[in-house]
């Protein structure tokens, strides 16, 4: 069973570009021996984060990431079942923020800034969808 699963979270001040790569390291190494693929956004402090792959995988990663001291304030976006991954390319994709198109942005929300938790789970995977769409996520693996 496939399931998608998206968060959002603070990250502590502690969380660099230096500790952004070295996440990035980590997801890339461990990912593919679970079947995880997804893709991480991380802008002035915050993670957006959506895994892909089988429950258990899923939901046994979800838990450490909760549990990680990197992060405070994880909230649960969205959880399904799914019949196929959408980012099944990524072992973990990063959103380039300098190619982000800030009007991108505004089209999901009320600000040219990165809040996912000002809006909806849905809307957030729609804004990833886009990013996709638009070669604006690197790191294919």
């Known amino acids: 069973m496939l399931v998608r699963l998206m968060y959002a979270s603070r990250a502590v001040p502690a969380v660099d570009q230096e500790a952004l790569l070295a996440i990035l390291r980590q997801c890339k190494t461990r990912n593919p021996e679970h079947g995880i693929t997804g893709v991480l956004c991380f802008s002035d402090g915050i993670f957006l984060q959506v895994l892909e792959g089988g429950r258990t995988a899923v939901n046994a990663l979800y838990n450490r990431i909760v549990a990680d001291a990197r992060h405070t304030q994880v909230e649960l976006m969205s959880y399904a079942e799914i019949g196929e991954r959408r980012f099944a390319g990524w072992s973990m994709g990063q959103v380039n923020m300098a190619r982000l198109n800030r009007a991108l942005l505004l089209k999901y929300s ?10 909806s789970g849905e809307v957030s995977l729609a804004l990833f969808e886009e990013l996709v769409a638009t070669a604006a996520i690197v790191g294919q693996s």
């Open 110 to 119: 009320a600000t040219p800034t990165l809040d996912p938790f000002s809006v």
